[in-house]
T-cell receptor, first 109, second 111 residues
């Protein structure tokens, strides 16, 4: 079964709006990572947040982590059509990365 | 070229045949992984390896075999392909608990 579960499964917004995706997980983690996948391509790493961090920024990305609630969120600000992709959270307990089912984000021009 | 490469990119095989998917990385990362991606299931871990000659099962290992005689290579073999193994397969590598790098995927169809 998946360790991380993203919500919503699909999200459609207008260009310029913000997009928020959530991830819930079940067990303790060392870190949590977010990945992006364009259609027909491999996954690309976006950002990593460690279990002792609460918030992290990278360009237009903001990630939060609440270990007490076992949840994380990914915020993409000022979205662009090129942000259209699937986004996955991955929990990292030791060697393995365990992925959720992903959020399909569509940014309309 | 540096990176992680998978071959073939596309493969069609018949039920019952053996097929091997190749994965090669140039960084000498210790950890390597095989995932399958199916609609509605996200990525599920098939097998992983912590180093050469060390492999372990993931979430969905049945029907698959792996080996890792060299650090840079991590082939995945379907011993007797079934239609349920039709999927997109991704190989990944990383060094420690940091980001993972993914190959472009192999789209396998079992007919």
């Amino acid at each position: 079964s998946q360790q991380g579960e993203e919500d919503p499964q699909a999200l459609s917004i207008q260009e310029g709006e913000n997009a928020t995706m959530n991830c819930s997980y079940k067990t303790s983690i060392n870190n949590l990572q977010w990945y992006r996948q364009n259609s027909g391509r491999g996954l690309v790493h976006l950002i990593l947040i460690r279990s002792n961090e609460r918030e992290k920024h990278s360009g237009r990305l903001r990630v939060t982590l609440d270990t007490s609630k076992k949840s994380s969120s990914l915020l993409i600000t000022a979205s662009r059509a090129a942000d259209t992709a699937s986004y996955f959270c991955a929990t990292d307990g030791s060697i393995k990365l365990t992925f959720g089912s992903g959020t399909q984000l569509t940014v309309l021009p | 070229d540096a990176g992680i490469t998978q071959s073939p990119r596309y493969k069609i095989t018949e039920t019952g045949r053996q097929v091997t998917l190749m994965c090669h990385q140039t960084w000498s990362h210790s950890y390597m992984f095989w995932y399958r991606q199916d609609l509605g299931h996200g990525l599920r871990l098939i097998y992983y390896s912590a180093a050469a000659d060390i492999t372990d099962k993931g979430e969905v290992p049945d029907g698959y075999v792996v080996s890792r005689s060299k650090t840079e290579n991590f082939p995945l073999t379907l011993e007797s392909a079934t239609r349920s193994q039709t999927s997109v397969y991704f190989c990944a590598s990383r060094e420690g608990q940091v980001e993972a790098f993914f190959g472009q995927g192999t789209r396998l169809t079992v007919v």
